[in-house]
């Protein structure tokens, strides 16, 4: 009962997530976090703002509502920023199941903004995942201190 296009939308919004998450724990290492902040941002900008004239209709924002859009941008780009800095200090799999609090906030907000409870199956769902990426940065921990625990001194 779900429409086509919606789910077609957020298959192709998980794959551009996970493919900016990819190139940011590989360019982590050889790029600057600022540089890859403006790229990102030069590219959504231009991409975006190329498709404002099909789709923004009726009146112009108001001062509540662009005072929200810049407080969106700060904190968006805030969090870019410590995203791809986290790539300098941390491996991937330590920083995997911090992202998984998104589920969390998501399942909270949606509660206390909209109303929405998750049902069951959701629930079970997001609790699946969170364990699933725990458990995989628990291994690599484990495995990184065996291997450390083996090296001769």
């Known amino acids: 009962g779900l429409d086509p296009l919606g789910v077609s939308f957020a298959l ?3 794959g551009v997530i996970a ?6 724990r590989v360019l982590a290492s050889t790029e600057s976090t600022v540089a890859m902040l403006f790229h990102t941002a030069l590219l959504g900008s231009v991409l975006f703002g190329l498709t404002v004239p099909w789709f923004w209709h009726g009146p112009p924002p108001s001062g509540l509502q662009m005072l929200l859009f810049v407080g969106m941008g ?3 780009g805030l969090g870019h920023f410590l995203f791809t800095a986290a790539h300098r200090h941390a491996p991937a799999s330590m920083l995997a199941p911090m992202l998984y609090l998104q589920l969390m906030w998501a399942g909270v907000l949606g509660w206390l903004v909209f109303g929405h409870v998750s049902d069951a199956i959701s629930i079970l769902g997001m609790c699946v995942v969170s364990a699933s990426g725990a458990a995989v940065a628990l291994k690599s921990h484990l495995s990184r201190r065996a291997l450390a625990d083996a090296a001769p001194s």
């Open 19 to 24: 493919v900016y998450q990819l190139l940011s």
């Open 12 to 14: 192709c919004g998980a």
């Open 74 to 76: 700060v904190f968006g």
